[in-house]
């Protein structure tokens, strides 16, 4: 295992510096996670340090489980596994659900991609990620000299991507489905007409975006607790919000399937929205979109499969290089968090992210050279620059050479079934609310995913990333993602299905949460937990949740030259089922906000 990617003599080498560098105040007790009768508990000298966001504890099942960003979509998603839906079912019914009562990222005027692994343990990929305009071009949010038009891919109608959501899930439920189109639909059409209870959350984020809502929608959306733009009126917890708009677009999805939301009504009014804000997307590129089924990423990591996926996502290459990186390396020996257990992650995820803003983009415009990216001997050739000693300079580091924030509102789901076949599925609008343009007469908000492409190469998206040609604007180009949904076998068995938001920083989050679970002996609902830290290559730093690493971890890597910075907020809003060892179900959902799980 160790030779497949380290010759034994340079890892023996790396390991030997690893010993001698851990600080002298840093002991083994310090950061461990003890494993007592498969109660998995933090041991510290000091017991008022913990690795946890919260103590929160997973909810076990073993007919199906759900877990899901809303308490409403986990529960609609519960129903439909009841009922005798099976993972597609409860998963299409779980994304229409989110895109009514989680409406930050929730949509059917966004994208995602959905990784399935049926019971039999075959495993597919759809891609319903939006894709840019007919009419875009390469320097389109750029002015006369250059210089990018700051905002222009991120809010207002020329931000948005034509939609693949609903595609997307119309594609799934015809191929897997069990239940009727109608069925699945129902609850989220109920939702919308009837109205939802908002949560503190729900209410905070609505009035957060007040300002942008009533210059970019004027007087004309139900979004708004007054539509009276000098009403001090603001959103609290238990309003109830209808959205009758959004059930009407909902019916027509019911009773039209696909024609439903690109084609008559809906589309005329997108097209109708778009020409009104100066948007660029055409009846005709709704018309055209269609969603991607894409042969999945199956990688091996010991005696583990990796199921993940493929580009138009960066994410499932970026995380198998990741594990593959520091699978030599003995972290569950050095300890959860220990320095150079993050040492070896950090100087990992510099490598992957160079790599990422170099070769990859929409597979169907460039070529992307996804299993030479995952492969030992070039990974092996990436450390040669590394040293325990010192922390490499990301100016140092560029993408390999190859034979031949504001708030996280993206959203993840996981859901699996009493079959055990399982769905992965993020999905986003990208920044919170996307573009916050509402479609007028539809209900829905559009997504800003224009942002994710390169809109001038080395020029930082609103996530740090910098990109390249290979992510460069084209019509009908798909932006290059970091969404990671993903599902772990182990020794050939459903074992692990996890995915988050958070831009950037959803791959390491989802390293981070595999790694805590096979290496450090977690739960679940520990692994989700668990604080987290981030680092993307540029900027050359690592950001931590407050706690992540014990004082020993930042004064030692601080003394080797990383700059490291404690968050305010938090890092994922993770939603995962691991497939326990007697076959029943523990669903994690985030602590870090209303994140549900639900299982029977
Ligand atoms: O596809 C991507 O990588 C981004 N559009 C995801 C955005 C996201 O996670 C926003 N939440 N933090």
Redesign the pocket.
Known sequence: MIKRILPHALLLAVSLAACKTQSPGTTASTTRIQESQGVYQYRDEDPTVKPFYSDRQGVIGRNGMVASAHPEASAVGLAILQAGGNAVDAAVAVQFALAVVYPG?GNIGGGGFMVYRDRDGKAYTLDYREKAPGQATQNMYLDSLGNVRAGLSISGHLASGVPGSVDGMVEAHKRFGKLSWTQVLQPAIDLAARGFALTERDALGLNRIKNDLNRINPGKTYFLKSTVPTDTLTWHKGDRLVQADLAQTLQRIQAQGRAGFYEGETARLVAEEMQRGGGLITEADLRNYHSVWREPIRAAYKQYTVITMPPT?S?GVALVQLMRFTEPFPLRRWGWNRDSTVQVMIEAERRVYADRAKFLGDPDFIKVPTQQLMSPDYLRSRWTDFSFAKATDSKAVRGGTIPG?E????THFSVVDKDGSAVSITT?L???YGSRVVVGGAGFFLNN?MD?FSVKPGVPNM?GLIGNQANAIAPNKR?????TPTILEKDGKLFMVVGT????T?ITSVYQTILNVIEHGMTMQQAVNALKFHHQWLPDKTTFENGAFPDATVQSLQNRGYVLERMTNTLGRMDCVLIRPDGSYEGASDPRADNTARGY
Do not use: K, R
């Open positions: 990222a996502s994410g924030y708030s996280l509102e993206t986003t990208n920044g919170g995913e994710d996530f932006m290059l993602s970091s969404m938001p958070g831009g950037s959803i």
